[in-house]
């Protein structure tokens, strides 16, 4: 394993577009080997922001208050700007990552995060239940008040704290957290753009159980409300709303 030196012989940090370059290589020398990849890729057109949802703001949002980190935040953000995350999978407590850096070999990231108790994932669960119209605007992107307080809230959210990382980045880098790791949990906050579930996948709240039991409040505040209202039959849009028809 050999790095890039300066002219005065200390290790010289790869501009982005060579990262881009190398981990476009490395990506078709991989797909050449049928190895499956899912990287992140930045839209083309030089977008500033590598987020866009609340989701996946509030996420990034939560990796800017790790305040003994704020050296390795902008190399993370280059190497994720550069196309560098060649693959990244999340599953419940762990991500698993190869992240391009100054060599022809990309780096293996893993980042296991603590999942939620089961008290604290029942109690959200039970929360989105019951309210379960905020929920799906939450899932478009906006911003309901009461679930937002709620999903970033330090003893009740969803959002890992500090102390709840255990990285692992097979880079020389000693520091707790490497610009490589932080690319990867950059990367997490640009995938919760297509798909906000992950983070409650992430965090061990069963996705199936916790859309289940939203769509059962759903259902039964509707015939409470027909109930009320003096008949039984569910209205088309109550329908289509609940079931997505």
């Known amino acids: 394993m050999s790095w890039e030196l300066d002219e005065n012989g200390f290790y010289r940090q790869p501009l982005q577009q060579e990262l881009k370059v190398r981990a476009a290589a490395t990506k078709q020398r991989l797909a050449n080997a049928t190895q499956s990849l899912s990287p992140i890729t930045m839209p083309e057109g030089g977008r500033t922001r590598i987020v866009s949802t609340w989701w996946s703001d509030a996420w990034c949002s939560n990796l800017a208050s790790y305040a003994d980190l704020q050296n390795r935040v902008a190399r993370g953000r280059k190497y994720l700007r550069a196309d560098a995350v060649i693959d990244l999978q999340v599953a419940t407590g762990r991500i698993a990552a190869l992240v391009q850096g100054s060599v022809v070999e990309p780096y293996r990231v893993q980042i296991e995060i603590q999942t939620l108790d089961e008290n604290r994932c029942r109690d959200i669960q039970r929360y989105c239940a019951e309210r379960m119209t905020g929920l799906e605007t939450l899932m478009a992107g906006a911003l309901p008040q009461?679930?937002?307080d709620l999903f970033t809230d330090s003893r009740t959210g969803l959002f890992p704290l500090e102390q709840e990382l255990n990285p692992c980045c097979s880079c020389p880098d000693v520091a707790w957290v490497c610009?490589?790791?932080f690319a990867v949990l950059?990367?997490?906050g640009s995938r919760l753009d297509d798909n906000p579930l992950l983070?409650?996948?992430l965090r061990g709240?069963?996705?199936?159980?916790l859309i289940s039991k939203s769509v059962d409040a759903r259902v039964s505040s509707?015939?409470?409300?027909?109930?009320?209202?003096g008949h039984t039959d569910l209205d088309d849009d109550d329908l289509k709303g609940t079931f997505g028809l």
Do not use: C, M, S
């Not at 509707?222 to 209202?229: D, M, P, S």
């Open 146 to 148: 009461e679930l937002a």
């Open 179 to 181: 610009k490589h790791t």
């Open 186 to 188: 950059y990367g997490v």
């Open 199 to 201: 983070l409650f996948q």
């Open 205 to 209: 709240i069963d996705v199936a159980e």
């Open 222 to 229: 509707l015939l409470e409300r027909a109930n009320e209202a």
